[in-house]
């Protein structure tokens, strides 16, 4: 029988009753001890009564307990008085999702940053291990102060203890069954596996996620039906109708944020919370970053882009590659475009592959900026502070990018806040992040490699004892699998006829030697037993590499005219651990020209023909500017000196290029 006001059970006194569900009655209580207001969830005696039912509320307990977000109810205690169980928890003051949607279909903005904050606690209970199952406008509190907060896990299942099961294919098994036969959950918003009783992990939760995000939009179930067979009939082989565009006017992008967690296959939704969030971060510009415009927005070109001579990607394409050999049949191989939203300078993948973070100049100022996609979606999150950054590279665990800018190596969190400084890097040629937490760097374009630790301690030169004579740089470092040994590039900028120097190298941290793997005149990638080159017609490679550095087998063409720079031996490609590369699908580095630009931003001029230009040094009077030039076939690169008679401006102006010496693809400072 329900509660009575008065009621005490142990230091809580009930003052009035709140409401009630499947799982039991809630009442409003006053923690005697610390004078606050709780919430109280007790059962019914004739459900205290049954076992099965008790195990779930203490399931619940347990599940709540052990997530402590503000997206998520807090629980404060649990007790068992005169047989009665009980439940305390945080007193919320609003009312639940469902009764607002009782007034019809809420502001697309409006949805979307509920939706957001649902998402959070939905990835913070996942990474606990802990699905929710019963996800619903019911079980979705919205605070009179604008929080969201997620009710009722009790048909929660903890599946930590299944986390480090792992399945045939060598994937993470993470899932739980119920018992055969026994359908849990509420009908409208059950995944397709929850209706056919099978095994449910966190994708289920996407799905009805999916469903309450729809109804949010469109003020409808999104599976309907005048019983609950019918309407789980409809999850199963029906798709949701169309939001009428005449009523409520969605994104394509929101749109498919919906399609896709409501996809029937688990495998074609969202991989995780934590991905959804991103997704709906980035649509909406909330969160530590903003979002940029969809593919194809149109930038000015300012004079960061002539000053860098870059790669621009401008369609990149991405390949699932995995090792075989002469008895395995043909790797599975997947091609398709990553549409970005401005010119793409230096690039690299996340360790698995599934973010990709880039250089790209901010339309106001031409600075390089980094900014993160998440691969198969169009959302593009910026990281704030980055400005100057070039040739970025992840931490093992994928929460940090290092990088470098402004004379300095830094690092930056990916979900956002302000970057840290590593250590000095007067003209960074890039970097790598062993999984043993230490980072070997380039921090000039002349000279060894170093290392550091991620704190900035440690900072000292570590291939210096191993550059022999006429090598000039060793740079773009890639660490192997074992965190120890890593791979680099070493190239000779005097000796210019001389390329015994120039190739590929494997060396470790001790730096006792280095031996040549094969030789190369740009920068590379290694992934899933594969080393990613290109050759001398700038055509992407594959070819075995053993974890000691040794190739194996015979090459592999990827993709044919890869972009490159010659000027600084960077290849336009990435690579994850897991075998998956990016890279920008093309015939070489991008024409560009030199522009004069005075202090505040204002085109005066231009110098010269458009050319495969790198380097730039204004002279102290600034009427001159020494330039490298290419001459596209990777052969050969010019030192120009060009003046800019500043009394012409803004007509023509009086141009006078002389060619100061001529040499191969190298100089002093590349």
Partial sequence: ?????????????????????????????????????????????????????????????????????????????????????????????????????????????????????????????????????????????????????????????????????????????????????????????????????????????????????????????????????????????????????????????????????????PADRFQSARDLTFALEALSGSGSASSLPAVGAERRKGPWMWAIAAVALLAAMIVGFAARSASAPAARRMDFAIPTSAEVTHLALSPDGSMLAYVSPEEETGEGVIFVQRIGSTAVIRLEGTQTASHPFWSPDAKYIGFFANGKLKKIAVSGGAPEVITKAESGRGGTWGKKNIIVYTPSSAGPLWKVNPDGTDAAPLTDKLMATGESSHRWPVFLPDGERFLFWSGDFHEVRDDSHTGIYVSSLSAGKKDLVMPSRSSFGYGQGHLFYLDDKRSLMAVGMDNEGRLKGGPQVIAPQVGRNPSTYWAALTVAENGTVVYHLGVGAPLSQLTWYDRSGKELGHLG?????????????????????ADGKDKNIDVWSTIFRATAIPASPSIRRKKLRPHGPTMARR
């Fill in 1 to 265: 029988m329900p509660l009575s006001v008065g009621t005490k059970l142990g230091p809580y006194e009930v003052l009035a009753p709140v409401g009630e569900g499947g799982m039991g009655e809630v009442y409003r209580a006053r923690d005697a001890r610390l004078n606050r207001s709780v919430a109280i969830k007790v059962l019914p005696q004739a459900i205290a009564s049954d076992p099965d039912r008790m195990r779930r509320f203490e399931q619940e307990a347990r599940s709540i307990a052990a997530l402590n977000h503000p997206n998520i109810l807090a629980i404060y205690d649990v007790g068992v008085q005169d047989g009665t169980s009980y439940l305390v928890m945080e007193m919320l003051e609003g009312e639940t999702l469902r009764e607002r949607l009782n007034g019809g279909p809420l502001p697309v903005r409006k949805a979307v940053e509920i939706g957001t904050q649902i998402a959070h606690g939905l990835a913070a209970a996942h990474e606990r291990g802990i699905v929710h199952r019963d996800l619903k406008p019911e079980n979705i509190f919205l605070t009179k102060d604008g929080h969201v907060k997620l009710l009722d896990f009790g048909l929660a299942k903890d599946q930590s203890a299944a986390a480090n099961a792992v399945a045939a294919d060598g994937m993470t098994a993470v899932s739980m069954r119920t018992t055969p036969g026994v359908v849990m959950g509420t009908a409208p918003y059950m995944a397709p596996e929850q209706v056919r009783g099978e095994a449910v992990d966190y994708r289920a939760d996407i799905f009805s996620f999916g469903a309450v995000l729809y109804e949010m939009l469109s003020g409808k179930p999104a599976f309907g039906g005048d019983s609950s067979v019918e309407t789980m009939n409809a999850i199963l082989k029906s798709d949701p109708a169309e939001i009428d565009p005449t009523t409520v006017k969605i994104s394509p992008g929101l749109d498919r944020i919906v399609r896709h967690c409501l996809e029937k296959n």
């Fill in 609 to 629: 023909e458009s050319a495969i230009i790198a380097n730039p040094t204004i002279s102290p009077d600034g009427q001159r500017v020494a330039v490298d030039v």
